[in-house]
């Protein structure tokens, strides 16, 4: 596969589940992004690694837990979500490091979360 | 904080016509790229054009060329032959040595 992939694509879970959604990128990138997109907001940036290391989290809430075991694979750790966190789940990827120049990110599929 | 800010929530164009989606952005850095990205209804957020900021010469894919104005920090994408594939939501982006700073996004139909 080239670019950059999401599993699963869709995904229901109540509020009492535990789940992970899965990103990777075949692109030799060395930063990777979750953001939220809900119905009618902009696009949020939840996390940021920058060569496995987070970089930044924008007060997201603790029931979202990343993990990034490599610079090719992140993950998005969900437990005891709200309905609320419904909404697409969008990964990206960039070559270059966080904070020291612009770079261009490649998005993934999403995954789209439907909390009960 | 750099804001984008696109004022068009929506467009329509005839198929094979010509249109043009406007963005204004607000930001203190001289080092900065400028994208336009796609989201179709299958919701893949697809990179369609890139400016870098210190580029005089306007960027051009195919049918999408990009108006960057820097003076008035404007960047306008137009669509040329718009086809019926083009439909979806754009969104202009801004990108300086931190986030990635996005629009509210325009949803453009194209009419066959």
């Known amino acids: 596969e080239t670019g950059v992939t999401q599993t699963p694509r869709h995904l229901v879970m109540g509020m009492t589940n535990k789940k992970s959604l899965k990103c990777e990128q075949h692109?030799?990138?060395?930063?990777m992004y979750w953001y939220k997109q809900s119905a009618k907001k902009p696009l949020e940036l939840m996390f940021v690694?920058?060569?496995?290391?987070?970089?930044e989290n924008n007060s997201v809430p603790s029931r979202f837990s990343p993990e990034c075991p490599n610079s090719s694979h992140l993950f998005l750790h969900l437990h005891t979500l709200q309905p609320e966190d419904s909404a697409l789940y969008l990964c990206?990827?960039?070559?270059?490091?966080?904070?020291?120049?612009?770079?261009?990110?490649?998005f993934g599929p999403g995954t789209r979360l439907t909390v009960l | 904080a750099q804001t984008v800010t696109q004022s068009q929530p929506e467009m329509s164009v005839q198929e094979a016509e010509t249109v043009t989606l406007s963005c204004t952005y607000d930001?203190?850095?001289?080092?900065?790229?400028l994208f336009w990205y796609k989201q179709p209804p299958s919701r893949q957020m697809i990179l369609v054009i890139r400016?870098?900021?210190?580029?005089?010469q306007n960027a051009t894919e195919n049918r999408f060329s990009v108006n960057f104005q820097k003076a008035a920090k404007s960047f306008s994408l137009k669509i040329s032959d718009s086809q019926l594939g083009d439909a979806a939501m754009y969104f202009c982006?801004?990108?300086?040595?931190?986030?990635?700073?996005f629009g509210q996004g325009t949803r453009l139909t194209i009419n066959p």
């Open positions: 990206a990827s960039s070559l270059g490091f966080v904070g020291v120049a612009p770079d261009t990110q490649y």
């Open positions: 692109l030799g990138h060395n930063a």
């Open positions: 690694y920058s060569l496995e290391e987070r970089v």
């Open positions: 930001t203190s850095e001289s080092d900065y790229y």
């Open positions: 400016q870098e900021a210190y580029k005089q």
């Open positions: 982006a801004y990108q300086g040595a931190q986030k990635l700073v």
